[in-house]
């Protein structure tokens, strides 16, 4: 059992930035990938980066490549995700998630198992 905790969510202005978290608890350690989706409402959950535990290699969305930045404190055993040059279409909510996907269902919200329970993130003047 794995339980997730995230925070840093707000309103931000366009352009500004958000830095989000995302707290593991539990076997965290069991699983090799923990990652980020969002949803907008009306939308479906969409992949927005993912990290991998043993070779530190990160993934991103075509429309969050060079803005948003995902990183990790093993440590900690949490997973950040740095947002700069935030536009209102960024404005969803932003769920971490922890799991063991093969490399082609990295960006799949099914081959994650545990999930947090969402920060809202909301971009507008």
């Known amino acids: 059992q794995v339980q997730l905790t995230e925070s840093g969510g707000g309103l931000v202005q366009p352009g500004g930035s958000l830095k989000l978290s995302c707290v593991a608890s539990?076997?965290?350690?069991?699983?090799?990938?923990m990652a980020w989706f969002r949803q907008a409402p009306g939308k479906e959950r969409q992949f927005v980066a993912a990290?991998?535990?043993?070779?530190?290699?990160?993934y991103y969305t075509d429309s969050v490549k060079g803005r948003f930045t995902i990183s990790r404190d093993n440590a900690k055993n949490t997973v950040y995700l740095q947002m700069n040059s935030l536009v209102p279409e960024d404005t969803a909510v932003y769920y971490c998630a922890i799991g063991s996907p093969i490399l082609s269902a990295l960006r799949s919200d099914n081959a994650y198992y545990y999930w947090g329970q969402g920060t809202q993130v909301t971009v507008s003047s």
């Open positions: 990290s991998r535990w043993s070779s530190g290699i990160t």
């Open positions: 539990g076997r965290a350690s069991s699983y090799t990938a």
